[in-house]
């Protein structure tokens, strides 16, 4: 018999086979409460289900579909997981703890289709989207990293791939984070990266602009965003933001603008003025991420003297401004870096 994903199936798909089997809805809402609550690793550890329907689950589904091909730590109490799917791709998922908050950063696609040139998850290109029960997965199995006495606070659908290329299995799993019998996460505690799709923005909006946005722009121009992220080839700045103020207007919510800041190519005084002209009296964030060098790209870290410099511009013309702080670098925690120096090691470059 086949085995399918349970994660994939929690829903009424679920309560429909238990329904068959005689069993009550109060079961579905037991199982609910094992996984997202109570942190359960095997069907065996749900002991208020009878012997014979844990074994029945058992047989008919997999719990876990991956397995962790490595396991990382950093000092700073980041932990970032390797994982392995059942057809052998790889994706990578991150712990970020920082003073009380608990934030995961998580994949969607194994690579990406994007091709962002300063991007370890781009350079090898996209092989397939994560399914729903592949992306809750990585929640739930990051969960079961914390401590007993500590709980999630944040997601960031910033790791491999590109969010909203894969909306059709990223919405739901989302649902299951948020939902109070769920993890019980807020929507405005769970944000989504996009290096700017407008119709997948618009169906984010359409579909109650519940999270929050983060939109990465990477250039000041036209000029700029074509060198480094191609998507830009297709689709303008003017649309990107365009979406993005609907976006704004629905949600009410603070738009974050992400920026990877690249030595000698974006990180001129003259780029953080044409930014903050750009972004005009957006009510926004600019998250600057200095570049995190990647073995084999020829992009350095811009120095400090330049960091500075930009955001002093940035803040001058009225903007709120972060530099995202570098955590986990000890354990290459930028998205891509870790699954593509494993499968070096395996495969290395050159054979
Ligand atoms: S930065 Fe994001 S969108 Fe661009 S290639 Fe990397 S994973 Fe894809």
Known sequence: MRVSHLLNSIDDSLAAWLSARGQGAYRAKQIRQWLFARRAGDFQEMTDLGQALRSELAAEFALWTMSVVRHTQAEDGTEKLLLGLADGGQIECVL???????????????????????????????????????????ILRLQRLLKAEERLSHIVVMGMGEPLANLDNLLPALEEASREDGLGISARRITISTVGLPKPMRRLAEAGARYRLAVS?????EAIRRQIVPVGEKVSLAEILAEADHYFDLSGRQLTFEYVLLAGINDGAEHAHELARLLGRRTALVNVIPFNPVSGLPYRTPSSAAQQTFRHILEDHGLAVRFRHKKGDAI?????QLRRRTLQQISPVGT
């Open 96 to 138: 970020l703890r920082d003073e009380v908050r608990r934030t995961i950063c998580i994949s969607t696609q194994v690579g990406c289709g994007m091709g962002c040139v300063f991007c370890a998850s781009g350079l090898d290109g996209l092989e397939r989207n994560l399914t729903r029960g592949e992306i809750l997965e990585q």
């Open 217 to 221: 722009l990477h250039a000041p121009n």
């Open 332 to 336: 290459d925690a930028a998205c891509g």
